[in-house]
């Protein structure tokens, strides 16, 4: 089954505004996008832009894929105006035109771009797999963001939507290209 890896808003000035288990994450993460690379995976990177005089504004700092990250020349890269990184961008284009049927998410921030763009993904058909520990959030007033990544690995998107697998599961699925 042909298979990427989307990696969704791991930005410079939200990885600055220390998101839960933010060193574990980026380790995950780029452990994630070098195995992609040694096994011939397609890596896609999503970026969101808030607009002007936010954060994310386009062409700022804040905008920039995080430092730890460093797409190939030949990657890539959506920007998005919207939570969903399909709504107003190629994305579902190009996986179509490309073949692929699954896609491994992850990124940023848990219950908003990755939730949403997990739900699109199943309702276009891909079948999504989302590492355990692949995505990360903020505390909120009700929820630390341990507890947000737990309760929507476990409550929201595991099965149908998604399949939560561990992250040793998801490398060895990698270099499988299954």
């Known amino acids: 089954m042909k298979t990427i890896l989307l990696v969704v808003d791991v930005q410079q000035a939200l990885v600055d505004e220390g998101p839960a288990h933010k060193d ?6 780029n452990l994630l996008i070098s195995t992609a690379h040694d096994y011939g995976v397609e890596v896609i990177y999503v970026r969101h832009d808030g607009g002007e005089g936010d954060v994310l504004a386009m062409d700022t700092e804040g905008w920039q894929l995080h430092s730890s990250l460093v797409p190939r020349v ?13 709504r107003k961008t190629d994305l579902r284009e190009y996986l179509d035109g ?23 993904a199943f309702e276009y058909g891909y079948d999504v797999i989302i590492p355990s520990g692949g995505t990360t959030t903020y505390t909120n007033p009700l929820l630390s963001g341990e507890k947000l990544v737990v309760y929507y690995e476990r409550l929201i998107w595991n099965e149908p939507l998604a399949t939560v697998k561990p992250m ?7 270099k499988s290209k299954k």
């Open 168 to 174: 040793e599961e998801v490398l060895e699925l990698l």
């Open 98 to 120: 490309k073949g692929v049927k699954r896609i491994i998410l992850c990124g940023m921030q848990t219950e908003y771009c990755i939730d949403t763009t997990c739900k699109v």
């Open 74 to 86: 030949d990657e890539k890269i959506v920007d998005k105006r919207y939570s969903s990184a399909f």
């Open 24 to 29: 574990e994450f980026l380790l995950n993460l």
